[in-house]
């Protein structure tokens, strides 16, 4: 028996209830394994934790991404290198892999979205739009696909070179490689190719600071919900909800 669990961040689980215990050990080992340490000298920055989970069509493996990088690999900056962590729920076998964050605008991951067994949409956004501050612009937001099929596992490595400020982690050499699949920003936007003046959106909705989250609804749709966090200045709170094909031909075909 198998149910969906849809998460406050938008993450789309499918639990099967005779295996929730496995899930529930092997969420609690990555706790452990990216806490910070005492002192704070490794583990996650504060407040930038596993921001995105997911689990793997074939329910074999769930797959965590980090919000920002770690303290060991030169923390939470523009053009850090954070990592996505994959668990085998039988077995509890781990693995790691380097994501590369926009090296122009400093972002961090929102969430990460199984497609198959081994490529995963991962939501990278700055922290700009409603809810940021009174005339604040986003303007990263997107998807990009990831393959960790052949990709190189970085559990064993770690720290940076040069200084605090503009650390270069070692794993970054090993990063997987990013296809983008939507701007999510353009997306929201744009007009369409056929709009009008009597015809289409007049005035398109203002991206929220984070994108949070993405669930695919069938194998070859996936929504993107734009939250704006409620915040105090900004009283009137707005949530889109872009919806794409899920096919690299037809990646921009959302509405």
């Not at 092997?26 to 583990?43: E, L, P, S």
């Not at 052949?150 to 270069?168: K, N, R, W």
């Not at 936007?189 to 203002?206: F, I, V």
Request: glycine share 10%.
């Amino acid at each position: 028996m198998a149910r969906s669990l849809v998460t406050p961040e938008g993450v789309d689980l499918q639990v099967k209830l005779g295996e929730a215990g496995s899930r529930a050990a092997a969420v609690d080992m990555i706790v452990h394994k990216f806490g910070r340490t005492t002192g704070y000298t490794a583990g996650r920055v504060t407040n930038k934790g596993m921001e995105g989970l997911a689990i793997t069509p074939d329910g074999k493996m769930l797959v965590g991404a980090m919000q920002s990088a770690l303290i060991q690999d030169g923390g939470d900056v523009k053009g850090g290198v954070t990592r996505i962590i994959t668990i085998d729920i039988k077995s509890g076998e781990t693995h790691e892999y380097a994501y590369q964050l926009d090296q122009n605008t400093k972002t961090t991951i929102s969430d990460i979205v199984a497609i198959n067994n081994h490529e995963f949409l991962v939501d990278e956004r700055d922290s700009k739009g409603r809810a940021d501050a009174v005339g604040s612009k986003a303007s990263f937001k997107k998807l990009f696909i990831v393959d960790l099929q052949f990709a190189h596992d970085v559990s064993g490595i770690t720290g940076f070179t040069g200084p605090a400020s503009a650390p270069v982690a070692n794993i970054a050499p090993f990063a997987v490689t990013k296809t983008e699949f939507l701007d999510v920003v353009k997306a929201l936007t744009s007009a369409p190719a056929n709009d009008s003046a009597s015809n289409g959106w007049h005035t398109r909705p203002t991206p929220g600071r984070t994108s949070s989250g993405g669930a695919l609804s069938s194998a070859t749709t996936i929504g993107v919900p734009q939250a704006n966090d409620s915040s105090s200045t900004m009283p009137n709170p707005s949530m889109s909800l872009p919806t794409c094909r899920l096919g690299r031909a037809n990646r921009s075909h959302c509405w």
